[in-house]
């Protein structure tokens, strides 16, 4: 995480070294180009306290070569390999040592998909801004296509898509949201350091009574607020922002979020790997080239894009060579017909009978990502609301799509001690919508703005869901649970009769509600008997808690007058 970054006296590379650095992306030695930048990052005199900042468009560039195929998994050479590594590695040192401000990464990490006509040049320019150095220098663009029509900003709508995008790799396709999810975490990192530096500013101001629009200025220019604004572009881009981050590689997720680069799910075949490694790797020390003097033509022109008359060279003829023998081409697509993008899953039999499995978001890792990004946006609305949206509002949005997932994911979801990254005023907030629409209409409202454990005990503990479903009451055990263990936490819940009593009458009367439909599914019964399991564990989870884990209410002290 990046810290204060304010004293910093960033500097613009000198020109001698930006023709260097462009000079070896050019050439696509990346890997030398990166670990330049780097060193030249890391050396910041402490006597000026002066530091040299990367232009933008390399910073640009090093986003898009850490999740490209042609540098990540369908790369033809280790060297490639390598500098997609380098290429995260100058981004996070650059966050770190520089700070996102200073970094720029605002200017620099623009979606520009729609920016610019079709017809325009391939190299055309993205903007003044991103073509100049930390001190306004022009800096010339590059001649890459990885730094133009074919970079990660040229490419994707927008953040949202990126985010929809990857997540969807998370369940479908292992093998580049390992690439994908490296990114992420950049990215989570740099919103966060960002918005945290601007939030200090913001808060530092002079108290002038009221917050003027002009006062927000600070946050509004954040990047986190920028891909907000932007996404409103789209129709009902709230619940866009909110379908990308719950994307779950269902059909209409993976249409509405679509891969983002050309033939991305490709690899290498063996043979193409195998001669790959056999024309070795680039070393410039030893005069050893690889494959750079065998391939003048960019790397990110596949086979398949060569049939596309976008991509096809300058001068060359647009008829077919009729004495050219046809290639065949392996479809993605399904047997069935269906137009589905191919998983790297193999079919695993119907979703009820999987209904015990964590990964109906994906790993761990990948709802990590979409926790941290939850909780950026409650950033926003907490400090601007009226800029994006209220906290009731935003959280009413959560509500709607973490209540009807799978029983697992919603566990994972919803409990304080798996996913850390909300923090608990923020989980107990959660927690409590979620009551609020999934409990009995018996359960009584309370003026208490904060959760206590009186409210704990009459609104809640108590009462079951508002259906017989045993999901449903399950679901309602599991909230409970996680409220009693927000509290402890704090400090704010004692063990003492009222709580034991009402959670007995709570389990008493979920377990007695709760009841399996004879009229169901043979998969359905699995999945409401697997529900039962969990219902009774949680419950179990909850008299251990109280009576074992949390320390026990004094006696009153009773004052004995002596007749």
């Known amino acids: 995480m990046a810290s204060g970054h304010g004293d910093l006296s960033v500097k613009a590379l000198p020109s001698e070294l930006r023709h260097y650095c462009s000079a070896y992306l050019e050439e696509r030695l990346y890997s030398q180009a990166f670990n330049l930048l780097s060193s030249v990052i890391s050396s910041r005199s402490t006597a000026s306290g002066k530091v040299f900042a990367p232009p933008s468009q390399y910073l640009a560039l090093a986003a898009t070569l850490t999740v490209h195929p042609t540098t990540t998994t369908r790369s033809k050479s280790e060297e490639y390999l390598a500098a997609s590594n380098s290429a995260l590695h100058l981004l996070n040192l650059a966050n770190k040592n520089l700070g996102p401000i200073n970094s720029r990464f605002r200017d620099t990490f623009v979606f520009n998909r729609f920016a610019n006509s079709r017809n325009e040049s391939r190299y055309a320019t993205d903007g003044e801004s991103a073509l100049s150095g930390a001190d306004g220098t022009r800096v010339e663009p590059l001649n890459l296509d990885l730094a133009q029509g074919n970079s990660l900003w040229s490419r994707a709508e927008d953040f949202w898509h990126v ?69 409103s572009d789209h129709v009902g881009s709230d619940r866009r922002i909110l379908r990308a981050i719950f994307a779950d590689g269902s059909q209409s997720s993976t249409n509405e979020f679509r891969e983002i680069f050309r033939n991305e799910l490709q690899e290498v075949t063996k043979d193409k790997a195998q001669a790959a490694r056999r024309k070795g790797d680039i070393n410039i020390d030893e005069e050893i080239y690889g494959d750079y003097l065998d391939n003048p033509e960019p790397e990110e022109e596949d086979d398949e ?13 647009s008829r077919a060579d009729p004495n050219r023998v046809k290639r065949q081409r392996r479809s993605t697509r399904k047997k069935s017909g269906k137009d589905d993008i191919p998983s790297d899953h193999e079919d695993e039999g119907p979703i009820s009978a999987q209904y015990d499995k964590l990964d109906h978001l994906g790993s761990l890792d990948s709802l990590t990502i979409r926790q941290r990004l939850l909780h950026l946006l409650s950033r926003v609305s907490n400090t601007i609301p009226e800029h994006f949206m209220t906290l009731d509002r935003l959280y009413s949005f959560y ?32 927690c409590e919508m979620l009551l609020f629409t999934m409990l009995e209409n018996a359960a009584p409202n309370s003026r208490e703005k904060y959760l206590s454990q009186t409210k704990l ?26 409220l ?15 709580l034991a009593d009402a959670v007995s009458k709570g389990i008493e009367a979920r377990s007695k509600k709760a009841r399996i439909d004879i009229k169901r599914g043979q998969n359905k019964k699995l999945t409401e008997e697997f529900g039962w399991v969990w219902l009774i564990e949680s419950g179990d989870r909850i008299v251990y808690f109280i009576n074992s884990l949390i320390p026990k209410q004094p006696d009153p002290e009773y004052i004995v007058i002596e007749p």
């Open 305 to 317: 894009d060569l049939d596309d008359p976008m991509h096809k060279p300058s001068g060359s003829s």
């Open 457 to 482: 005990e009459r609104c809640f503990l108590p009462f079951t869901a508002k259906t017989h479903s045993v999901i449903d009451n399950a679901k309602v055990s599991i909230l409970l649970e996680s």
């Open 484 to 498: 009693i263990r927000l509290l402890a936490s704090s400090g704010m819940i004692l063990s003492r009769p009222q």
């Open 399 to 430: 509500v709607e799509f973490i209540r009807h997932l799978p029983l697992p994911t919603f566990q994972l979801f919803v409990s304080p001690s798996i996913l850390t990254h909300f923090p608990s005023a923020c989980q107990t907030t959660l």
């Open 163 to 231: 985010v929809g995008w990857a997540l969807n790799c998370s369940i479908l396709h292992p093998k580049r949201w390992a690439r994908w999810h490296l990114f992420l975490q950049l990215m989570c990192d740099i919103l966060e350091d960002d918005w945290k530096a601007r939030e200090k500013i913001y808060n530092d101001m002079p108290n002038t009574g009221t917050k003027s629009k002009k006062d927000c200025s600070v946050l509004i220019d954040s990047l986190l607020f920028t891909y907000i604004s932007t996404a």
